[in-house]
């Protein structure tokens, strides 16, 4: 499934260089002022099959059938003039359409040109999802506090943080993805340059999935398949997308997004058997089903006891994060497995998954769901959460920018 439903949005020349324009009006740095004197060339490498567009109702990159590699990145906004945002807003937008189109940036100046590592590559899917953080919205900075959601609070803490800061939050938040992952990294270039003197990146999380067949679904750093159980948007979208009637009509088609970056202590799950792993979890290693029953999409039977009591144990982590357990409430889960290298203070390696959820109310599904976890999850024994971000991704636009909503309610 695709995020956007219409066409690949073509940026008229005209329409890229008002927009380009507007942001170098905005800044008063000759780096982002020089885009007022790019060009665009079609590049013609993207095969239709290798383009989610950009336009749409929603924004892609939210049911957008998940890509293999992912960059995400928080920054933090240079300026308290909401024209200038504007004028970002805008700007990015214009760029992510031409970036996920496949086509690329070619400067007059050549020593300013696009920085072309993504020359002669496909987009291979590449999605570019734009969201505001609560700190956009704070009092007294940028005038938008009437506007401030009210899904849009701060996350509370969690019985398993271990949060550190500069792996946190952010005003802006873009989640890019992409089955390439130069690809990836070219839209986050291309992005920070086009921000330079409005905003900085703050942090910034790869990810990958496994190269599987498309339709098997991929298995987490622990040897589980995870994202069986499932949000469907088709089915449950009043849980997913925010409504007019929520309280911030500019939100109506948008989404919340919970970013948690969660390593998992690899060590000790490999000492773990596999049958103290699937009991954690309550399902098969091998083939994903749950316990007691005998495929993967088999409904979880919560009710079902054996000799030793439930069949799937009161405290595994598919129990207590199930709709069951919780309210009726669901997530989309969208997250990426990564690894960041050694941590010297342990000797062990850096790696878990960025986990990735959307909804239509942190406060409802994942803060609720997450709750629940904190306190009883066998799995959280494994787990250390040590990144967290919320952002607000506005609906999408069908020909104008991300984040139009925002300022069409002013
Ligand atoms: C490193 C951290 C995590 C790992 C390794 C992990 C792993 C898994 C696995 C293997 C499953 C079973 C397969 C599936 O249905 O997708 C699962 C299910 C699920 N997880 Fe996690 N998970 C993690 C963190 C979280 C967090 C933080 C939340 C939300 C607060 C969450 C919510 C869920 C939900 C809602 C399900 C589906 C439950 C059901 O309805 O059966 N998970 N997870």
């Given amino acids: 499934m695709t995020g956007g439903d219409t066409e690949p949005g073509a940026l008229s020349r005209r329409g890229l260089l008002t927009a380009v324009g507007a942001l170098a009006t905005a800044t008063a740095t000759g780096c982002a002022g020089s885009r007022a004197a790019a ?89 570019i999802t734009f969201g505001l953080g609560p700190s956009l919205f704070a009092p007294g900075r940028l005038g938008l506090e009437d506007r401030r959601p009210a899904a849009l609070a701060p996350l509370p803490s969690f019985a398993a943080d271990a949060l550190q800061e500069r792996r946190c939050d952010g005003d802006l938040g873009v989640q890019i993805c992409s089955d390439d992952s130069q690809v990836a990294f070219h839209a986050f270039h291309a992005l920070t340059n086009a921000a330079r003197g409005l905003a900085e990146p703050r942090w910034l999380q790869s990810g990958f999935l496994g190269n599987g067949d498309g339709a098997s679904t991929h298995r987490n750093l622990l040897g589980f398949k ?119 203070t342990t000797a062990q390696v850096d790696a878990g998954l960025f986990f990735i959820c959307f909804q239509r109310d942190p406060r409802t599904q994942f803060t609720r769901i997450q709750r629940r976890l904190g306190t009883d999850d066998a799995l959280s024994q494994h787990l250390i959460h040590t990144g967290s971000a919320l952002f607000a991704c506005p609906p999408g636009t069908r020909r104008g920018y991300v984040g139009e909503t925002l300022f069409d309610a002013a």
Avoid at 39 to 49: D, G
Avoid at 121 to 126: K, T
Avoid at 282 to 304: I, S, V, Y
């Fill in 39 to 127: 060009s665009r060339t079609p590049a013609a490498r993207a095969r239709p099959s290798a383009v989610v567009p950009f336009h749409g109702r929603w924004q892609a990159g939210v049911t957008t059938t998940q890509q293999r590699h992912l960059r995400f990145a928080a920054f933090d906004l240079a300026t308290e003039d909401p024209v200038q945002l504007q004028a970002l807003l805008r700007a990015w937008s214009d760029l992510a359409s031409v970036l996920t189109a496949g086509r690329t940036f070619t400067d007059a100046d050549p020593a300013k040109s696009d920085s072309a590592e993504a020359d002669g590559l496909s987009p291979a899917r590449l999605t």
């Fill in 226 to 344: 995870d994202g069986t159980r499932n949000l469907d948007a088709a089915k449950a979208g009043g849980q997913l997308w925010a409504q007019a009637g929520d309280g911030a009509p500019w939100m109506a088609g948008g989404t919340y997004l919970v970013a948690r970056r969660i390593r998992t202590v690899l060590d000790v799950w490999d000492a773990t058997s596999v049958s103290g792993q699937e009991a954690a979890i309550g399902r098969r290693k091998r083939t994903g089903a749950p316990l007691g029953g005998h495929a993967e999409h088999d409904t979880p039977d919560l009710a079902a006891v054996g000799a030793g009591g439930h069949v799937i144990p009161g405290d595994a982590h598919i129990r207590l994060a199930a709709p069951e357990s919780n309210g009726g409430a669901q997530i989309l889960r969208r997250g990426y497995n990564f690894d960041d290298g050694i941590d010297h």
